[in-house]
């Protein structure tokens, strides 16, 4: 236990070291004529933290490396986070080495889910970042309003609403040309009076196959397109109702199995109503209400041919579909020291499936087989959050929330992994069972800002319990038997944050550190052999981590930008480590900003990881072996035509450099057989975006 906890001490011993240090550099040198108040750069290459264990980032500013074209490759540029490559598109984000429904992804103030039983459409292959204005990540178990088990923590794509003034228009939009025949397409309109308002968001994205830095191709093309459009009524300054409905479909070709994503159909509504200023102290009333629909296609033969020598010879397609609808209440009360935020909010979720092949096949066309129902999934909690200002420079938040967590699947298997379906022991039977479990979750958290710098320090501990997702009781790497059902725990997360954060003159600066014991974390043992079966279990573990950084102008033009970011974990049932958990990786960033134009150059390094647990993993993938490190060099430029016309280019990975992320997705079509290949990244990549706001 000793040996355990050596790097939750360093982690510790980081955080304060960099406090002391922030601490020593209060007073910075002046800052010279013409020195930007704001480090903003026209490409963004690094993110900090803009509140405790809080990032705010602009999904709509150009960034690099070019993000894909969903919600995964956006938060990768954001310390702590890593993305498990798929193919060229709908990867899956991972922070601080958690991965799943770990990580909270609300979308608009609703859920998505993806339905695939092996992770190919994730919540954020759904999400198109641009045309949402602001996404937010919260670390940890660190808030409660914004729904249930979130133990690595939260993140919200999130669209501005604002009242005009007087009638008229905005036209905010992007047009992306990149390697390989990648074009994106993006327009964001809006426009009303002070009664009433509009807008229409709309983007289309495609790709080609990726060459590797060897030019070897890569199965990873993509299109997609997604529309979205919202109405609201607002009759005066206090009060707003909006409706709101979106739809978007699209195919990805993958080189981690054996199958694409033919379709990736979204469907969605949501009614939202909020009144501000009803009392001296019940200062905002909100209300909402959302439905998405996720229908999902898995075939063989539509971006590629089936290969007759593998374990699917035949064309074959599968389609599963998630219907999700919920809602949220909550109220805000203000006192002169005192803020409260309460309600309740639900989630609930069915899951159907059904398989078959191409028109004319030996199985049947697929859409005209019924749809089998095989679970249904639900979460209703009650939620409150208070910030207490204890003094001027000294405020204490905190938070409780009791959730009612139930699941019923309506396809379990009678006999364990051990003697269900491979032939041996008694004959295998179907049932339906149900579970619940009540989740309780809660944190609390001191920030103090120091009376002789521009400095605030804070330390929070937060606990969550996390239900067992439809992956870990359904997916494709587990057993689905009835025993397992009833077994599998859920997850109890305690978490210790602390951190610092500076922002004064030309230095900005912020660290946050992390340590934690989770009962019952749910682990992935991945099948070993050709009549071995995949199965989640049960096991005891110590996580701890952190992330660090800094920016700092320079000069008036010049501005230099660095991260850091750890995760480290410790399986104690085992005795081993925890898979699936990136290297240390660091970033620094150098950029000369002349107003009308600038340069940038950013270089990413990420260490060996020699920590693995070979065969385990998450619900995405799995660990494969060690990996080398890796140095990854890219240059951009910006120029501003005009005020609401800016252009902007960047060559990714300049030195065409071989290599791979050290999380991975482990090869789920090839029953029994661990895929050794990992996906190799994207080789030189050249683009071009130019971005207009009228």
């Known amino acids: ?97 958690m991965a799943g429904s770990r990580l909270n992804i609300v979308v608009d103030g609703g859920g998505i889910a993806g339905g695939c039983p092996s992770r190919m459409d994730p919540p954020t292959g759904y999400i198109a970042p641009e045309l949402f204005d602001r996404v937010i990540v919260i670390k940890g178990p660190q808030s409660v309003i914004h729904g249930a088990g979130s133990s690595a923590g939260t993140v919200l794509f999130e669209r501005d609403r604002v009242r005009r003034d007087e009638a008229g228009w905005d036209f905010v939009g992007s047009l992306l040309g990149a390697s390989w025949g990648r074009a994106d397409e993006t327009v964001d309109v809006s426009g009303g009076t002070p009664n009433v308002y509009t807008r229409l968001l709309a983007n289309h994205a495609r790709s080609g196959d990726y060459e590797d830095g060897n030019g070897e191709r890569v199965h990873s093309s993509y299109e997609r397109w997604n529309t979205d459009v919202a109405l609201g009524w607002t009759p005066d300054t206090d009060t707003r109702l909006e409706v709101s409905a979106g739809k978007g479909d699209g195919k990805a070709a993958y080189a981690f199995s054996m199958m694409d994503g033919a379709q990736f159909l979204r469907e969605s509504l949501g009614l939202e109503y909020s009144k501000d200023n009803l009392s001296e102290h019940f200062t905002r009333l909100e209300a909402r209400a959302y439905y998405n629909y996720a229908d999902h296609v898995m075939d063989n033969y539509t971006l590629r041919d089936p290969d007759p020598g593998s374990m699917m010879p035949m064309a074959m397609a599968s389609n599963v579909d998630r219907k999700t609808t919920g809602g949220r209440v909550a109220g805000t009360f203000a006192w002169r020291d005192l803020s409260l935020v309460a309600g ?91 579970r619940s479990n009540w989740l309780r979750s809660g944190f609390v958290r001191w920030e103090h800002d120091l009376h002789d710098a521009p400095t605030t320090l804070y330390a929070g501990v937060g606990h969550v319990e996390r239900f067992p997702d439809y992956w870990e009781l359904f997916g494709q790497h587990v057993d689905s038997s009835l025993s397992a059902f009833n077994q599998l725990q859920p997850e109890q997360t305690t978490q210790l944050d602390i951190g610092a954060r500076y922002a004064g003159g030309r230095l900005k600066t912020w660290v946050s550190a992390y340590a934690g014991h989770v009962s019952d974390f749910i682990l992935l043992h ?48 085992e005795h081993r480590p925890l898979p699936q958990l990136p290297p240390l990786e660091s970033r620094l960033g150098i950029t000369y900003d002349a107003e009308t134009w600038s340069i940038g150059a950013l270089w990413r390094g990420a260490y060996a990881q020699n920590r693995v647990a070979e065969g385990e993993g998450n619900i995405v993938g799995q660990d494969l072996g060690p990996t080398a490190g890796f140095a990854v060099f890219s240059l951009n430029g910006g120029y501003r035509l005009s005020q609401g016309l800016v252009l902007t280019s960047g060559i990714d990975n300049v030195f065409n450099k071989v290599y791979a992320e050290h999380v991975n997705a482990a090869n789920p079509g090839l029953v029994g057989y661990v895929n050794t290949v990992r996906i190799n990244e994207p080789g030189r990549t050249v683009w071009l975006k130019l971005g207009f706001n009228f």
């Open 344 to 434: 309740i909010d639900t989630s609930q979720n069915i899951h159907t499936s059904r398989n078959g092949g191409p028109q004319g096949s030996m199985m049947g066309y697929y859409r005209d087989m019924p749809r089998i129902r095989d679970a249904r999934m639900s979460t209703t909690g009650a939620f409150a959050e208070t910030s207490w200002t204890v003094s001027d420079r000294q405020r204490l938040i905190s938070g409780l929330r009791l959730d009612r967590g139930q699941t019923r699947g309506y396809a379990l298997s009678t006999s364990d992994a051990m003697g269900g379906g491979m032939g041996m022991g008694a004959p295998s039977t179907t049932v339906a069972a149900s």
């Open 526 to 573: 991945y099948a070993s052999g050709m009549m071995g079966m995949s199965r989640a279990d049960n096991v005891s573990a110590i996580i701890a981590g952190g992330e660090a950084g800094a920016q700092y102008a320079l000069t008036g033009n010049w501005k230099l930008d660095t991260s850091i970011a750890y995760a480290w974990g410790r399986n104690n049932t």
């Open 1 to 97: 236990m000793y040996q355990a906890l050596r790097p939750l001490r360093a982690a510790f011993a980081c955080a304060l070291l960099t406090v002391v240090s922030v601490h020593a550099l209060a007073e910075p040198p002046p800052v010279p004529d013409g020195a930007p108040d704001e480090l903003a750069s026209v490409v963004v290459t690094g993110v900090a933290e803009d509140a405790p264990l809080t990032v705010v980032t602009a999904p709509k500013a150009p960034r690099q490396p070019v993000p894909a074209s969903d919600g995964a490759d956006l938060l990768k540029s954001i310390p702590g986070f890593a993305t498990i490559r798929k193919g060229g598109s709908n990867g899956d984000p991972v922070l601080r080495g």
